[in-house]
């Protein structure tokens, strides 16, 4: 069974930038779920999402970052314009909607300059 | 506030010594918990949880751990550390009803495996 895929692994931007991540969940998986684990930290959510609907964004700060799923399938999660203390790793992760187990991808490290 | 605590920012065993990790929370009711590793530059990969019943779970790699209400604790174990066993370990919490998969992180245990 594949796992969850995300991409790009690495990417490092100046700040003001626009980037964007890409998540690709375990299939059958309807909840999808966005983490940023800053370095010396443990995961904090940014977003979850059943199906295409979002569960909750309260920790996302919704001035600069944006998150979709689109056919409650892929999702993406942008930020725009980056700062310096948005450099962290993202991770995404996946559940059936029955189960509390959350599959993690190996997330992207992001660094901005 | 809801909050998970893990006392030891870094730990460091010999090879074939024993391994306990630390983990208290504080929440309402009991939560859901579980334990993650991550080796770097990769994903988090769960060790085990805990929803309900038998107190003490086996998880993967030869882990367990023992839920402690009285304690508010979720400390994980491991009878004979492994080099491979080197990696950061968190603990976790998902309080359920409402919070239902919002996973709260401790803030990791960095584990050092002398040989």
């Known amino acids: 069974e594949a796992g969850v895929a995300q991409s790009p692994r690495y990417k490092i931007i100046e700040k003001r930038q626009s980037v964007a991540f890409w998540c690709n969940p375990i299939s059958g998986h309807a909840t999808l779920y966005w983490y940023q684990q800053i370095l010396g930290q443990g995961p904090k959510l940014l977003i979850q999402?059943?199906?295409?609907?979002?569960?909750?964004d309260s920790q996302l700060p919704k001035d600069r970052f944006s998150a979709e799923r689109l056919k409650g399938v892929d999702s993406t999660l942008k930020i725009q314009p980056a700062k310096l203390e948005d450099s962290a790793v993202y991770l995404c992760?996946?559940?059936?909607?029955?189960?509390?187990?959350?599959?993690f991808g190996p997330g992207t490290r992001l660094t901005v300059t | 506030a809801q909050s998970v605590t893990q006392p030891d920012i870094h730990i460091t065993v010999s090879e074939g010594a024993s391994l306990e990790l630390r983990c208290n929370y504080s929440?309402?009711?009991?939560?859901?918990l579980f334990w993650y590793v991550q080796s770097p530059g990769q994903g988090l990969q769960l060790l085990l949880k805990y929803f309900s019943g038998d107190t003490l779970v086996q998880g993967i790699k030869g882990f367990e751990a023992e839920f402690k209400r009285s304690q508010s604790s979720f400390n994980l174990r491991k009878p004979s550390v492994h080099w491979s066993d080197a990696a950061e370990y968190f603990c976790?919490?998902?309080?359920?009803?409402?919070?239902?998969?919002?996973?709260?992180f401790g803030q990791g245990t960095i584990l050092t495996v002398h040989p």
């Open positions: 976790a919490v998902d309080a359920g009803g409402t919070s239902y998969g919002k996973l709260t």
């Open positions: 929440y309402g009711a009991t939560p859901y």
């Open positions: 992760a996946s559940s059936l909607i029955t189960s509390y187990e959350q599959y």
């Open positions: 999402f059943q199906n295409n609907g979002v569960v909750d």
